[in-house]
Nanobody, 114 residues
Framework: QVQLVESGGGLVQAGGSLRLSCAVS????????MAWYRQAPGKQRELVAA???????NYADSVKGRFTISRDNDKNTVHLQMNSLQPEDTAVYHC????????WGQGTQVTVSS
């Protein structure tokens, strides 16, 4: 059974930082690409950052230079370091892995106050 559990969200002032974590179980973690998505109220879910099994990364234009995705294959965990946070980064952040279908965590709320 595939499980993804996010943590690390919270309330932060504009310009602050947060580090999200996603603990993954039920798969051979090191073999799979991982991603972070976010969904703001009234908006569609959007890709924030992704990391391949080999460690290559890509980012949404809106977060390039501010967010960093990383993975720890020994701990079956993927992280999202978020710096210089802005109010427009406010959303529920979800961890994702795609096998034969998409699997999602429950999400963690990030709120950035101005």
């Amino acid at each position: 059974q595939v499980q993804l559990v996010e943590s690390g969200g919270g309330l932060v002032q504009a310009g602050g930082s947060l580090r999200l974590s996603c603990a993954v179980s039920g798969i051979i973690f090191s073999s799979y690409n991982m991603a972070w998505y976010r969904q703001a109220p009234g908006k569609q879910r959007e890709l924030v950052a992704a990391i391949t099994s080999g460690g290559s990364t890509n980012y949404a234009d809106s977060v390039k230079g501010r967010f960093t995705i990383s993975r720890d294959n020994d701990k079956n965990t993927v992280h999202l370091q978020m710096n210089s946070l802005q109010p427009e980064d406010t959303a529920v952040y979800h961890c994702n892995v795609r096998l034969f279908s998409n699997y999602w965590g429950q999400g963690t709320q990030v709120t950035v106050s101005s």
